[in-house]
């Protein structure tokens, strides 16, 4: 039994449970996970015993829990600094910050319209404000991986929470076909065939559950 054990939603619908699982494997850990189905009868009562805010992600570690996607980076930033889940630069670390804040909390649109649903492909019109969400995030990776290029091939050379916070949304972009520019599309292909990331989508694809489409 490992020290920490993670408490997700289903790997398909989840894109939450999906960024501090990818931090986690990120820093060589041995760690326990469990699913807990959504959008059953019981999934509320089931994720309440684990997590007081009744949501998904939680992280136990020992008697501590932490809950919250971006909290629970946060705390694995610190108990494994290591894993240089943060960039070490001040000015860049602010800057992977900001952009994972702005991700945790904005486009709402994008969301909406293009909820995670990693093992399907669908065509569908994007609005003019999930447009708005879309040419932002291409914006933000254009900008990061032009100012990082030399150091590797994230978003600040070396992978790092901002990554972690984006990578549902390229799932998003591969579902439905959505076009890119060429330096966001590189980036997006970086993350897809990034071995953690490839792990989660075939679990993904293995799952039994089906639930109506919903942001997790």
Not at 160 to 182: G, H, Q, W
Not at 201 to 209: D, F, I, K, L, S
Request: hydrophobic share 45%.
């Amino acid at each position: 039994m490992a020290d920490l054990t993670i408490y997700l939603g289903n790997k398909n619908y989840s894109s939450w449970s999906l960024r501090p699982w990818l931090a986690l494997k990120q820093t060589g850990a041995a760690f326990d996970e469990v699913v807990i189905p959504l959008g059953e009868a019981t999934t509320r009562a089931t994720i309440l015993s684990y997590s007081p805010s009744g949501r998904v992600p939680a992280l136990k570690h020992g008697e501590l829990t932490v809950w919250d996607s971006l909290a629970i980076c946060e705390y694995l930033a610190e108990l494994f600094p290591e894993a240089r889940l943060w960039p070490a630069d001040p000015s860049a670390r602010a800057q992977a910050r900001a952009i994972s804040a702005e991700m945790h909390s904005g486009f709402a649109a994008l969301r909406s319209r293009f909820p995670l649903n990693i093992r399907s492909t669908f065509s569908r019109s994007i609005v003019p404000e999930a447009q708005a969400d879309i040419n932002r995030i291409s914006a933000i990776w254009i900008q990061c991986r032009t100012r990082h290029a030399e150091g590797g091939p994230f978003l600040f050379g070396h992978f790092t929470i901002a990554d972690a916070m984006f990578a549902p949304v390229v799932s998003r972009f591969r579902t439905y076909k959505i076009p890119l520019e060429e330096l966001a599309q590189a980036y997006a292909d970086t993350i897809w065939a990034f071995p953690p990331m490839q792990e989660w989508a075939t679990a993904a694809g293995n799952e039994p559950m089906i639930i109506a489409e919903a942001e997790f």
